[in-house]
């Protein structure tokens, strides 16, 4: 059983930049697809970022492309997400998610995090 673990959230203000970590325990960490999501009050969950097995291959939300980086360290069994030039609407739970089929994917993810805050004040 993988269990994820997400840290790093909290309030920020506008323009600012916060680093979300998310770290994995169980499972063959090096071989899973990984991905960010998050879910505004009111508004369904939806992928933000996400990232194939060997890294080689990642996916960013149009809202997000340009200002999000995903990045993974298989040595620590951790996922990132560098998140800068915040805007209110960012303001979101932020998830993590592992799957142990490798290839990217938008959905369907077998493990998930309990969640992050992340608002940003305007």
């Known amino acids: 059983q993988v269990q994820l673990v997400e840290s790093g959230g909290g309030l920020v203000q506008a323009g600012g930049s916060l680093s979300l970590s998310c770290a994995a325990s169980?499972?063959?960490?090096?071989?899973?697809?990984l991905g960010w999501f998050r879910q505004a009050p009111g508004k369904e969950r939806e992928c933000i970022a996400a990232i194939n097995w060997t890294g080689g291959s990642t996916y960013y939300a149009d809202s997000v492309k340009g200002r999000f980086t995903i990045s993974r360290d298989n040595a620590k069994n951790t996922v990132h997400l560098q998140m800068n030039s915040l805007k209110p609407e960012d303001t979101a739970v932020y998830y993590c998610?592992?799957?142990?089929?490798?290839?990217?994917?938008?959905?369907?993810?077998?493990?998930w995090g309990q969640g992050t805050q992340v608002t940003v004040s305007s």
């Open positions: 169980g499972g063959t960490f090096s071989t899973y697809a």
């Open positions: 998610a592992a799957d142990p089929r490798g290839g990217l994917r938008l959905s369907m993810y077998d493990y």
